[in-house]
């Protein structure tokens, strides 16, 4: 649907924009509404121009875009233990092997072939409706709807299903299972007036039902807003864009071992706050300053004012087939630590001042892929002198065979604390990670005090359907610290260190059905074997995981 009179529109979009910008405004904090009301007065100063923020004889002076380059979009970054694709030629959807409609290539699709996806809803790239010739959708009617020549308007959404079946669920004492399902929708807006201003909004509404053990926060979430925010071209710097983006927004960097949306979650995970960020071909740089959204399942979400997160993230990507990532990081966390858990020298969720640099290398060259990351932590918690660190490494190897087999082997690493007496703190902290993906999918082990030796293995028995498998040994990285689980929460500990430090092994077997470009079927299953750790600590558990998930977006 194409419209070029703007003029005839004007006073329609006028109203349109207000009513949006209003509602917008109303649903956020007083710091963020004031951030957006004067991002919103320096567009008008900019963008004079504009139907709707100056008169209609203003419309055609405006300069011609080129929507089948605008607006920009940041790709996603390159994960760790990340596979290529397959080539083709064969079926690329269960739908396509149905219909006999072998291609000798995957046909584009903003959406990657898989159940689970981390990137935002406002960085999947449809510029490529501009092209004449592109593949059809029933859906490309509410994508990039043309208003006049300066206004583009999307929508979009997902909605998915999954169940959880889990024996000896979290390790309790008691042996319960939890048997439950979860329900997500997730539906968007997307306005651009140019390539100078966005305002996205994604509603996000998470349930949880039949649950036999009490929800976990990441379980829950009923009609909330997942992203609410404004962009603002400030200008050209070196013949590329620069933007701020203020409001509510998700973030995704690097390998996401540091800073992920969780998608693995039922809520996801967001924030609130300011980004800057600019891009070319060779090189991304983002800044910003942020608060972590607190989910209050029959409320609006509001951020937690107690912590603060700020960060600059460049990535160099000149080299074909390769990424490097520079970042520093630092976390203000002022919650309190209780008492009784600075005495037991659990002292990770909160009081804190935390630094973290780091770099990553990673890429592949011929058929082979490796990956080297290191982070480093400093500062104050507790009154502790904090002195932490992590390695991520592997290689891989991507074998000339029918069905795209590839494998990994890895090694990860996060320090940990043998003495909360000794004035010093050297348990890493894994700040707002992907865990679920990186050390092991039952989500008992998380980027704390832990060694990990791990394989992964995965093939395309078709190139619809994709099969993992992983295998993890854990050992604890100092007897006398806790087991921290995939939120960073220390749930198991042996003061004295008398019970070993062999956490478990643990299989994990994933495959994805990718039945169309809109339809996804996940189904896993992951069984945990106690080391002499556990088995000291929980004597007789022995959790394993079954699920099933739809997955439908558009």
Known sequence: MYITDATDLSLSQ???????????????????????????TCLICINGSSPVFASERSVTENHQIDWSKAPPVTPPPRS????KPPAGPGYFSLLDWFDGNRQDKPQFDPHPPAALTTTPAFDFDFRYLEQPDHEKDFFDPVKRIHLG?????????SFWYRYMHETDSRLNPAKANNNYHLLRTRLHADLWYQDRFRLFAEMLDARALGLDLPPLAIDKNHTDMLNLFADVKLGQFMDDPAYLRVG????LYGSQRLISTLDWANTRRTFQGIKTFWQNPTFNLDAFWVRPMVTEP?????????RNFVGLWGTYKAIPGQVLDLYYLNLIDNRAVSPANITQGNVLQ??????????????????????????????????????AFSIASGAGYHLPLPMNPQFWLRYDFASGDKNPGDGHSNTFN?????????FGYMDQVGRQNIHDFNAQFSMNPQPWVSLTGQYHRFYLANKRDYLYNAAGMGFIRDINGQSGSHVGDEIDFVVNFHVSRHHDILLGYSKFFTGTFVKNQRPGVSPDLFYAQYNFRF
Do not use: C
């Open 80 to 83: 760790g233990i990340f596979g």
């Open 14 to 40: 006028n109203s349109l924009i207000k009513k949006l910008t209003e509602s917008f405004i109303d649903k956020l904090s007083d710091t963020i509404r004031a951030g957006l009301q004067v991002t919103i």
């Open 430 to 438: 894994q700040l707002f990670p992907f865990g679920h993906y990186y």
């Open 350 to 387: 909160g009081d804190s001042v935390l630094h973290t640099i780091g770099a990553r290398w990673a890429g592949d060259y011929e058929r082979i892929l490796y990956e080297l990351e290191g982070m480093y932590q400093f500062g104050r918690r507790s009154h502790l002198d904090i002195s």
């Open 248 to 251: 509510r927004q998700e973030l």
């Open 149 to 157: 020549d300066d206004w583009l308007l999307s929508f979009g959404g």
């Open 298 to 306: 029959n409320q609006f979400d509001n951020w937690d004012k107690d």
